[in-house]
């Protein structure tokens, strides 16, 4: 698909200002190691951003307001024009967080200005280029913001999973993650593993794209209002998000798998022909995000069948019914109580829906509204918090009309191909048992061993950057939680 262009001539930032024309000296950071992330400091020779019409600005102007309101109340309150250093070693007197009023939808959560954040960085995601763009597109910008970071590199698989179960999070006031889905993935399930998890995952997070695959960033451009862009243009509208501080609460996909396995999904898990995709296409990672064109058609030319079973339990049924407390429901592991899932080795519950099929082309179970930059698949909406999307599509679709569901997702247009093979449901929890453990499955995009497996939608989990000010809305009766986030993150105090 061809690559649309990466600015629009005259376009205005989030506040309504001509883009950036110069940096502010004394604004880049240092790459620290990752074994000493206090040795990275701001120092000296940013790049120039990019004059009007270039690269640095978004493809184009917010379709409203309403980022625009927020961004000027902070500028009216901003007391220097660039982002100031912290000297490693020097402790960092915290900011209170700031609370902005806006008359349609109440206070705003807001990351204090100015703000210190770590930077997660995989320099190998995608192809390869994500070091080189934040000091072109990132940098530039976060200065003009009063944003000071420490960048960290990630060196292997699992890396920042390591690194955020060790860090003293209270040193940041976010962590950002620039790579693809997957590092996002690691940060999160790094953050629920730790013996604070209830603390840590409070801890806001920013996605900025990088990557092969840029789904959960691509769906915060959408939900602030932005047009489908992809690749540059993604990566600065995502990061002016980071510089205009408002947060979101976002759910969490809670999973457990038959070895007993339990993780968390930010964005997807899939099984079957968009798993395939995924894993095969690792090998074309150099085209970056590119790569799953190139695995699709392959993937179409080889169409797989996979049989198993699919049950779960529809939003409308969750409406209705009473569920027993959490204090019935057992589970070993650390975390929020999955209360809607009883063990698999039980009968689902009697008010879940049991699909009729066996055989299936693809399931996958989706939170945001985005598979990748160019895939917008749930147009339908925002789920409500608790709430995820779930599609498969049935054995017996024709190569021709799968690759046109795929074709006209690029728009979200797939839905209204009336393909009979595809079924669509808004759900809260899901099971999944491949018969003989044939096919594969694609946590945000990470392969994952193909057992049975079971999810539940956490709502309201942690906190990200984001451009929409309005929580989605909840679902209705719910079964009694067994563990609240705070209403809004708390910044602990630096010492």
Known sequence: MPERAA???????????????????????????????????????APTAP???GEGEPYSQHRDARLGSTDKELNAGAAAAHSSATAPGIPRQAEPRVEVMDAAVGPLNLLPRPCHVLVLLNPRGGKGKALPLFRSHVQPLLAQADVSFTLMLTERRNHARELVRAEELGRWDALVVMSGDGLMHEVVNGL????????????????LPAGSGNALAASLNHYAGYEQVTNEALLTNCTRLLCSRLLAPMDLLSLQTASGLRLFSVLSLAWGFIADVDVESEKFRCLGERRFTLG???????????????????????????FPSPDRVQQAQQGPVDTHLVPLEEPVPSHWTVAPEQDFVLVLALLHSHLGSEMFTAPMGRCAAGAMHLFYVRAGVSRAMLLRLFLAMEKGRHMECECPYLVYVPVVAFRLEPKDGKGVFAVD???????AVQGQVQPNCFWMVSGHMESPPSLGPQPPPSWKPQQRPALEEHP
Do not use: H
């Open 51 to 53: 004059a009007a019409g």
């Open 296 to 322: 699709t058609f392959l993937r179409l030319a080889t169409l797989r069948t996979y049989q198993g079973r699919l049950a779960y339990l529809p939003v409308e049924t969750v409406v209705s019914k009473t």
């Open 192 to 207: 629920m593993e730790r013996p604070d998890w209830e603390t840590a995952i409070r801890k806001p997070l920013c996605s």
């Open 7 to 45: 600015s629009r001539p005259g376009s205005k930032d989030l506040a309504g200002r001509p883009p950036l024309q110069e940096a502010v000296p004394d604004s880049t950071s240092a790459v620290s190691s990752p074994s000493d992330p206090a040795t990275a400091e701001n120092d000296a020779g």
């Open 445 to 451: 995009g990470e392969s994952v061993v193909s057992e």
